[in-house]
C-alpha cells in the first residue's frame, strides 16, 4: 500500500468509501453486514485505513455499519472521516444534535476527519450564514479533540469553492473534490484543484471512477489505451491519472465486492504517473466521451438575451445532466436559481442564436433540458 504524509499522518493512499456498501436484494437501505465486514476486514489487513462515512449514506445506516465493522480495531489503527449533511437545508439548525448523533452511531469519541458536505450552489448561502453556527460549532469541536481534522466536500462550481474558501479556507485541512480524467475538463476539476493548490489544501477524490463510467471503454477507446500500457485495465488508467496529480492525499473509492476491493489495492501497491502522451491521450478520449453542445463560455450570447439567462453556464449543466443521464447535480445547481433564471424561462426569441460563433440551437437545448427537467 502507498501511503501519503498528512501533516503527522500517514494515510492510506486508497480509501474506503462507504456509500456503496453491499446491501441485501439491491436494496439501499439495507447493507448486507456480514458482507461489508468481511471486505473491511480484508481491507485492514491489506494496509487501507482511511474509512468514509456519511449522515446519509444507504439511508442512514452507513455510520452504524461502518462503527460496528470498525470496533474490533484498536482506535488508533484508522481515521474515520463523516460529514455534516448540508445538502439537506432542512439540517442546517441542527449542528449539534447531529454531530452528537453519529458519534453515537459510529461508536467513537471523536473523527479523524469531519466534512462540510456537498458545498453547493444549493446551501453555500447557509453554509456562510453565522445565524446557523455550523462553522463555528465545527471548530469549537475541533478545539475539543472531537474533531481531529476539518475539510469539506465540493460538488458545487469553481465559484462556489472561492466563496467557501474566502470565508474559511484558513481552518480547511483537506478537500474532497469529484476528480477523474473524465471530470478534469467536464466538470472544471483542474481549476479547482488548482484553487486548492493556492490555499495549500491537500485533495481527496471521490469518484474516481465516475461510479463506474470509466471501466466501460468503447472497444476503440480500450484498444488506444491498451496499445499505450497492454497489462493496464480501465480502472487501472483511471487511477493512474490520479496518481499523476502531486497535490492528490487520499483517493476514496465505493467498493461492493471483495473483487472490486482487491482489484483496486493493486493499483496502489506502485505509484505509476502517466507520461505526457498518456496524459494527452486520456484528455482527447474524454472529451470525446462527453461530446455535448459545444459551447465555449465566450457569452456573446448573454448580452443578447431579453431574460439574462446565464446561457453558459445552463449549457454546461445540459451536457451533464444529458451525459449522465440524468443524476444530481444539474437540478442541484439548478436548485439555486429562481424560477426567471431557470431553462424553462427562455422565451425562444433565438437573438442570442444570431451571435453563437459555434451556431448552437439554444433556445431548442433549453427547451430540452426543461423537458428532461420535468420527465
Known sequence: MIYKDFQDLKLSALGFGAMRLPTVGGVDAQVDEPAAKELVDYAMAHGINYYDTAWGYHGGHSEAVMGRCLRQYPRQSYYLA?????????????????????????????????????????????????????????????????????????????????RFLEAYGEAMEFCQVQLNYLDWEFQDAREKVALLERYHIPVWVMEPLRGGRLCQLSEEDAAVLHALRPKESPAGWAFRFLQSIPSVGVTLSGMSTMEQLQENLSFFETEQPLSPEEWDTLQQIARAMTGGVPCTSCHYCTSHCSQELDIPMLLKLYNEHTFTGGGFLAPMALSALPADKQPSACVACRACEAVCPQQIKISDVLADFSQKLHS
Open 82 to 162: 463523516s460529514k455534516f449533511p448540508g445538502y439537506d437545508l432542512s439540517n442546517m439548525g441542527k449542528v449539534q444534535e447531529i454531530f452528537e448523533e453519529q458519534l453515537r452511531r459510529c461508536g467513537v469519541e471523536y473523527f479523524d476527519f469531519y466534512l462540510f458536505h456537498n458545498v453547493c450552489e444549493m446551501n453555500i448561502e447557509q453554509y456562510l450564514d453565522p445565524q446557523y453556527g455550523i462553522f463555528d460549532y465545527l471548530t469549537q469541536q475541533k478545539k475539543a479533540g472531537r474533531i481531529r481534522h476539518l475539510g469539506l466536500s465540493i460538488h458545487g462550481s469553481i465559484h462556489v469553492l472561492e
